[in-house]
Nanobody, 115 residues
């Protein structure tokens, strides 16, 4: 069982920045792609960004140019640098390790952007 622990969420003004972190337990982190998702109450979970084992990245169009996903395999950690935040980015953010059919998920971290 892999444990994923997100941190770095909080309250920020529109236009501000936050960096989310997701730390994974164990030694398999480097073997798998990682992703960030977000989910607002009553909505489906939405994919935000993915980084492959080799470091290739992909983003949903709404965050391109504002968010950057990165990983540090030595620290078993994936990051999401979020700049130019907008009120519509407000929601809970989750990290995912792409292992197996369902993957492994963290508990989520709340991001709130005030206008």
């Amino acid at each position: 069982q892999v444990q994923l622990v997100e941190s770095g969420g909080g309250l920020v003004q529109s236009g501000g920045s936050l960096r989310l972190s997701c730390a994974a337990s164990g030694s398999i982190f480097r073997l798998y792609a990682m992703g960030w998702y977000r989910q607002a109450p009553g909505n489906q979970r939405e994919w935000v960004a993915t980084i492959s084992e080799g470091g290739s990245t992909n983003y949903i169009d709404s965050v391109k140019g504002r968010f950057t996903i990165s990983r540090d395999n030595a620290k078993n950690t994936v990051y999401l640098q979020m700049n130019s935040l907008k009120p519509e980015d407000t929601t809970v953010y989750y990290c995912k390790l792409y292992r197996g059919r369902l993957g492994d998920w963290g508990q989520g971290t709340q991001v709130t952007v005030s206008s």
